[in-house]
Structure formats: structure tokens, C-alpha cells
């Protein structure tokens, strides 16, 4: 841990999506040297071993805004981590906390980038990305409904991969399965799907199927999995999901 200084430092730390060697030596050394780490507790629990020696602060879901105006008020003098999930800039605190440092005053602030949820599970599914992909979350506690359906019917559409995150919680258990009808305008029944529960964590689960299937696994997905829906290029092979990213329209293989 670091001496407290006169003029301290923020970082916006991704810490990978679960299992702590998926943690980036940057994310490590500066988690390191921090005096405080400021996270949800799920979050600090996946890195407890390297945070041994600061200060710890944590809370729940819904916590977002007393962390982040807690993280940039220590961070006036002290060396403080605020850590997020994967990456700090996809569906993560960078945005929240650079917005209140906005209003609160000029502080040094330096993102930490983190390997993200959709890039674990894609890994486990074997190259469903490649090529473009959108990247929609289902949740609607920030967004609205109408917007997230308009994006996905447009992605849909438009051909791209979908990465779907936040797919179902208790409370929003019907948004899903509408989802999937937008896409299903647009994509056959033999579209590959990978569903990816826990990726990288106690629990992971790897599941590569079709579109015309996926409902048979609605018990199966929560707001812990990624599901990822191909393009009308992908297939399956293996129990794993190939889009191609175009080689084969220039060269022989």
C-alpha cells in the first residue's frame, strides 16, 4: 500500500471476468499500490488475494453512485482503485465516475483496461465474432425498453453478430424471450447460438446451439450469462460457433 499523498490518483480498474488470472499485471500493480479499493463485493471477492493490504470499501447492487462519489472524494488525497467486472468502459463505472468528477473538480484519473465478458465467452465458443458484432444489454433499469428492442431489431437486421449481456434477472424475466422474437424476424432457425454461463468462474457452463432452440435453455440463462447469436455466415462446428471474417472470398484454404 502506498503512503497517502497531497495529491492522489483514481483508477477505474477492469479486473477481468472472474477467475484472477484473467486480471491484467497493469490492473494488478496498481491495485497494488492503492490505499483504497472501492468495488461491489461479488467483485472484490474475485480479487481478494491482491488486495490484501488496502483499504477495503464495498457494496451491493445499486451502489453505484456512493461508490463512485466516494472514490473520487478519497481520491483528492489518496491513491484510490475503483475496480468494475471485465472492462470499466463496457457497461461498467468509467462512465458514472467520470461524470461526477465532472462536477466535483479536476482530479487524475486513469482507466484500467479489463478483459470483458463477451471476449471470455467468445473464447469458449471458439470465433463467433471476428467480423462486425453489436454488443446490447437486455437490462432496462437505465435504459428503456423501446430503445434496447429499436437497437436490437437494427442489429438484427443489419446482419451483425449480437453479444447479448444482462439477459434475465427475477424481476425481468420476459424481456429475453421477446428479444429473441425481434431476432427471429430476421435470422432462420438454424442460426448458431453459444449461451455462456459464468465464463472463466466456478460454475461455467458452455452451451452452442441454434436459434430455432434456445428457448428449450431458458431456465438455464440469468443475468451471469452471455448469449451470443451469429450472423448468416456463422455455423457450427465442434460444439463450436465459426463466423468467418472473409478470408475465403480472397484466398483458397
Known amino acids: 500500500m502506498s503512503q497517502s499523498r497531497s495529491h492522489g490518483k483514481l483508477y477505474i480498474v477492469g479486473i477481468g471476468p472472474g477467475a484472477v488470472e484473467h486480471l491484467t499485471k497493469k490492473a494488478e500493480k496498481v491495485l497494488l499500490e492503492s490505499d483504497y479499493v472501492i468495488g461491489n463485493g461479488t467483485y472484490l471477492d474475485q480479487i481478494a488475494g491482491v488486495i490484501k493490504n488496502a483499504n477495503v470499501i464495498r457494496s451491493g447492487m445499486g451502489g453505484e453512485v456512493e461508490r463512485a462519489r466516494k472514490a473520487v472524494e478519497l481520491a483528492k488525497d489518496h491513491v484510490v482503485s475503483i475496480i468494475s467486472g471485465g472492462d470499466a468502459n463496457v457497461y461498467g463505472m468509467a462512465g458514472l465516475v467520470f461524470e461526477i468528477a465532472e462536477r466535483t473538480g479536476d482530479i487524475d484519473i486513469e482507466v484500467i483496461p479489463g478483459v470483458t465478458a463477451i471476449t471470455a465467452a467468445s473464447s469458449l465458443l471458439g470465433a463467433p465474432l471476428v467480423n462486425d458484432f453489436a454488443v446490447i444489454s437486455l437490462s432496462d433499469l437505465l435504459t428503456p425498453k423501446e430503445v434496447i ?18 439477459p434475465k434477472s427475477r424481476n425481468r424475466r420476459e424481456n429475453f424471450g421477446k428479444a429473441m422474437e425481434i431476432i427471429r424476424k430476421y435470422r432462420n432457425d438454424e442460426t448458431p447460438v453459444g449461451i455462456v454461463k459464468n465464463a472463466t468462474r466456478e460454475g461455467e457452463t458452455v452451451i452452442a446451439t441454434t436459434l430455432g432452440r434456445i428457448m428449450e435453455y431458458n431456465d438455464e440463462i440469468d443475468m451471469s450469462t452471455i448469449v451470443l447469436i451469429g450472423n448468416s455466415e456463422s455455423r457450427l462446428w465442434n460444439n463450436r460457433i465459426i463466423t468467418p471474417r472473409g478470408y475465403q472470398r480472397k484466398y483458397e484454404y
Open 149 to 166: 428492442e429499436r437497437r436490437l431489431d437494427m442489429a438484427a437486421e443489419a446482419d451483425f453478430v449480437i453479444a447479448i449481456y444482462n
